[in-house]
Structures are given as structure tokens and as C-alpha cells.
């Protein structure tokens, strides 16, 4: 059986519906992980299994769609903060700032559905392909004002990757009692990215 969602909607009436179930099931999935039910699912939507079932096959179709929309809408975001840093060019630690706020805000709500997208929605090729271009536009942007700021080392583009995977996990993988703070992720970037002090005494 497909992992994959049965048909778009089209009309907005039907685009409502899929809306509904789709936060009823971050909602369930939220709340009991991967033991919730379709069943579970459709009730806390208010409509019925086959409804349900006229647009996703499975529980871990709906999760992967809730992930290909979680995917979309921070690269959105993100996006309109790299237009703004590429024209404005503002220092190292407000430049990660406005990043790091995006990303912990994507993050801060619903952490273990965000973990459990991560972790277990299906892969298609299609969907992996959009997040490898994801995860290069990242580090291209990053690498950027890295290497602007003489922040990247000898390698800005291997900073990058290297800062965009740590961050990566921390959001996502590293178990902690609270959500992840934009000032831990922060310390993170600081870390990886130490200020060099050249010979003459000046910072680069």
C-alpha cells in the first residue's frame, strides 16, 4: 500500500476537509505518537474513516503529508529571511539570529510531532529530492554570510553543511525536557564558528 496521499484536493470545500484532518492528526500524533489510529484521527476531525480514507491510505501517508507541508512552509519563511540578509548584510550574530529565530519557531510548537516527522514519515524520491535542495539552499545561504563575515574557516561550504546538520539535530533528535531556545541553538552557532583573531590583532 501507498505511503502517499490518494488525490489533492481541489475544490475548497474538499481543501477545508484535508485542512481539518491534517491538525487533527498533528493534534493525535502529538498526543500518542505513532499508536494513534486513522480511526483516532477521523473522529478528532469530526468526519468519517472513509472520508478520510478518500484522500489518505494510512496513518503514515497523513504524517508524511503533514511533513512535505512543515518542509514547504519553513522554506517560505526561510526564504523571505534570506532575500532581507542578502540586501541588508547585517553583522555575524544578528545575521544567525534572524535564522536561528525562524528555525526555533518553526520547531517550538509540537516538538514531539516535529521529531516524529523526522524520524518516521516515509521517503519518496520526489520528496527527498526537494529536501536535498532544501538542505543546499540552507547551506548555500549560510555559507554565504559565513564566508562574508569571515566566520567559515578555510572552507565556508563545509562550515555550512557541518552548522546546518548540527542544527539539524539538535531540533530534531536530541531528547530534552523543554523545547530547544533560539539562545542554546546560538551557543551552538558560536561554537562551530569561533572568531579568528589575526596576527595583527584585528578580528576576522
Do not use: W
Request: with cysteine; glycine share 6%.
Amino acid at each position: 500500500m501507498s505511503d502517499v496521499i490518494r488525490k489533492r484536493p481541489r475544490q475548497r470545500r474538499s481543501k477545508d476537509t484535508v485542512d481539518v484532518m491534517l491538525e487533527a492528526a498533528a493534534q493525535m500524533f502529538s498526543r500518542e505518537g505513532l499508536a494513534t489510529t486513522t480511526n483516532r484521527i477521523a473522529e478528532r476531525a469530526g468526519v468519517s474513516i472513509g472520508t478520510l480514507y478518500q484522500y489518505f491510505p494510512n496513518k503514515h501517508a497523513i504524517l508524511q503529508e503533514l511533513a512535505v507541508r512543515h518542509l514547504l512552509g519553513g522554506g517560505e519563511q526561510l526564504g523571505q529571511v534570506f532575500i532581507r540578509l542578502r540586501e541588508t548584510e547585517p553583522a555575524f550574530e544578528e545575521t544567525m539570529r534572524a535564522i536561528v529565530d525562524v528555525i526555533v519557531d518553526l520547531h517550538s510548537d509540537r516538538p514531539a510531532l516535529h521529531a516524529l516527522m523526522h524520524r518516521v514519515a516515509p521517503r519518496v524520491p520526489r520528496e527527498l529530492a526537494a529536501l536535498r535542495a532544501f538542505e543546499n539552499y540552507l547551506v548555500d545561504e549560510i555559507g554565504y554570510h559565513l564566508q562574508r563575515c569571515g566566520r567559515g574557516g578555510d572552507d565556508a561550504a563545509l562550515t555550512a553543511r557541518t552548522l546546518v546538520h548540527v542544527v539539524d539535530a539538535q531540533v530534531h533528535r536530541v531528547p530534552t525536557r523543554d523545547p530547544i531556545t533560539a539562545e542554546q541553538v546560538m551557543e551552538l552557532v558560536q561554537r562551530l564558528t569561533p572568531e579568528i583573531t589575526l596576527a595583527d590583532g584585528r578580528s576576522g
